[in-house]
């Protein structure tokens, strides 16, 4: 699922002042209670974080739930495509966003008002959750058939974003949707043993559990979806008549048929879901955890493909197909062709970092070298780099063909859903705007933490392995292998090896004036304003099905005023009648959430993110 704003940003834009003020402050402490009349600017940041938040929670939510953004009146919003006003976003930055945000503020200022918040979405989310115990993208509170009118009209019209044109009914492991999701309920749970969420919790774990392959290469591995749905599309429509343009014997299509049940390395889903099951380890002293937690590394770790190219796909086959093994790189969707992928490889060495320093196993870095050498073989070319701006700053293109190691670059022709496709050849202009045909993969920093990992001591090692929630009961300082969760969720991405016990967890550095910038920009309306990212077409029917031989849409977000998929608008297609105009302004979840980070780094001060207190005991 590629994003207007991806997950990461909105974390990364914690690090970063969002607005200024010419005010100062002066360094004080933490403030726990607001009462009175404190006037000291901890005080009055504490002040403008419950008021931030009960606006949120109290007008802007839906029941709890919350999407991307909201025009400021709140008569249209958006998650990824545009929502009805009685829907909630689980896919990040969406509702266990605001969630983790709310909690990070309570944990941050004792303020009662952020744990309401904060509790109000973690049951938005329980009444989300959907009977097998995960969760899809979104939920609509309106009911089941408003759910099937929105995929049928809005959903079934964006051209780009397969993953909404089909209603399926199960739960999706992609961007993080079910695990954000559950690492809140865990959260919540932990912080008071509410029984409504240790029901929810035990769903989930099931749920990871059932959907996990067994048996074979794929062993240990998660699909993207469960459970399979038996209508699942098995290819994408390559319309009968096409640009006279278009090369001749392109690649197009879902190569290797539905690619929700292939094992999925696509978004970090198995780091995400071996993130949320330590998590549990630790918090509710889930032991038999651990084997499937053991079972998703050495998946990771079976899949990588042998030398000489030594990296992994978004998706591997999950059993034997058309003359293909199990554990073979796999096509996903129609502009994912079957092919190794430079980032999800960079992503899973860093992976196999991780699980080194978890389990102090020098067999996850054994094959690191390989992989390395292949990303350092297939390189983007000047002339590459030179002759498309959408590649510059890249270092490596996004897909490498199979036995060749070409690069290989996808595009589109037509202009909507029903006379447009994609397509792969080895052509580097005119590639998507919204699906980037280059990586930026720090290959240096990666073998920089190869070598120091592998000149690791026996004591070191030791050490770590003493700080690992996968650490023997009765292990370090006598604590059972229990290792606190994190205090704060929301400043940035965790990463697996975060949940080491004293992991440094820094929050956002934050200076006086850049506090009283955030708070003076909530003004009295006690919500923040941001430039929208996207905006998108409004649903008025099915596109044309007449070809389009132009080129207009091939690469930008959009393609005609049928499609309904999100763009920029200052950058539109270059055909009428689309015309670039200022992005309006929007109350952004991910905006809210990056805000509040920096303010909770200001109030808690420098070292504060250690450990939750409360996360012991079944």
């Known amino acids: 699922m590629k994003k207007p704003l991806s997950r990461r940003t909105f974390h990364q834009l914690a690090m970063t002042p969002l607005l200024t003020a010419p005010a100062v402050l002066r360094p004080g402490t933490a403030v726990a209670s607001t009462g009175g009349a404190d006037p000291s600017p901890r005080a009055g940041t504490v002040r403008a974080m419950r008021r931030a ?87 609509d509170f309106a009911g089941e058939e408003s759910l099937r009118d929105w995929y049928a009209t809005i959903g079934a019209n964006g051209w780009r974003l397969e993953e909404f044109q089909h209603y399926y009914g199960n739960a999706t492991f992609d961007d993080a949707g079910t695990s954000s999701a559950a690492q809140l309920i865990l959260r919540l749970y932990a912080e008071r043993r509410d029984p409504r969420f240790r029901r929810s919790l035990d769903r989930v774990i099931g749920f990871l559990l059932a959907s996990q392959f067994e048996g074979g290469a794929a062993d240990g591995g998660w699909p993207q979806r469960f459970p399979a749905f038996p209508g699942a599309v098995s290819r994408t429509p390559w319309p009968e008549k096409r640009p006279p343009w278009l090369p001749a014997g392109v690649r197009h299509g879902m190569e290797d048929g539905e690619y929700t049940q292939h094992v999925t390395f696509n978004d970090d889903v198995l780091g995400e879901n071996i993130k949320f099951l330590l998590m549990c380890v630790s918090t509710l002293g889930r032991r038999d955890l651990i084997g499937p937690v053991v079972r998703a590394m050495e998946c990771l770790r ?29 096509g996903a969707r129609s502009y994912e062709p079957r092919a190794l992928t430079t980032h999800t490889t960079q992503t899973n060495v860093q992976q196999l970092f991780h699980y080194f320093r978890l389990t102090g196993d020098r067999a996850y870095l054994r094959r690191v070298p390989e992989a390395l050498d292949w990303l350092e073989s297939c390189r983007l070319t000047s002339d590459q780099t030179a002759g498309n701006p959408l590649l510059a700053g890249r270092t490596h293109p996004t897909f490498v063909e199979l036995g060749t190691n070409r690069a290989l670059f996808v595009h589109r022709f037509g202009s909507n859903i029903r006379n447009g496709a994609y397509y792969s050849d080895h052509d580097h202009r005119d590639t998507l705007s919204h699906y980037s045909g280059g990586r930026s993969v720090d290959l240096a920093g990666l073998r920089a933490t190869y070598e120091e990992l592998a000149a690791l001591t026996p004591a070191q090692i030791a050490d770590l392995r003493a700080r690992s929630p996968l650490s023997p009961a009765g292990g370090h300082g ?10 704060y969720f929301s400043p940035r991405d965790l990463q697996l090896s975060d949940l080491l ?12 004036a850049e506090a009283a910038a955030l708070v003076a920009g909530l003004g009295t309306r006690d919500h923040w304003l941001t430039p929208m990212d996207a905006v998108t077409n409004p649903y008025r029917g099915p596109g044309p099905a007449e070809p389009y031989d132009g080129r207009a849409y091939m690469s930008k977000h959009v393609g005609d005023t049928r499609d309904t998929s999100p763009y920029s608008p200052k950058d539109p297609p270059a055909e009428p009648p689309y015309r670039p105009a200022e992005p309006p302004l929007c109350i952004s979840s991910a905006a809210y959430v990056a805000n509040m980070a920096r303010l909770i780094g200001y109030v808690a001060g420098p070292g504060e993110a250690t450990a939750s207190a409360e996360t012991s005991g079944p």
């Open 478 to 487: 006598g604590h059972g292998g229990r290792v606190p969760l994190p205090r």
């Open 302 to 330: 079976r899949t990588q493909q042998p030398g000489p190219q030594a990296g992994w796909g978004l998706q591997h086959l999950s059993r034997a197909k058309g003359g293909r093994p199990a554990g073979a790189p796999a």
């Open 53 to 139: 938040a009960a606006f949120m929670d109290e007008t802007v939510s839906y029941r709890g739930g919350y999407v991307w953004n909201y025009l400021p009146d709140l008569s249209v919003s958006w998650g990824e495509m545009e929502a009805r006003r009685t829907m909630c976003w689980v896919q990040p930055p969406g509702t266990p966003s605001v969630g983790h945000s709310m909690l990070d503020a309570y944990h941050a200022t004792g303020e009662e008002v952020c744990y309401r918040a904060a509790e109000r979405t973690g049951l938005a989310l329980v009444a989300a959750q959907l009977p097998v115990g995960g969760w899809n993208y979104i939920h």
């Open 501 to 512: 016990r004293d992991a440094p967890l820094p929050l956002p550095v934050v200076t006086d």
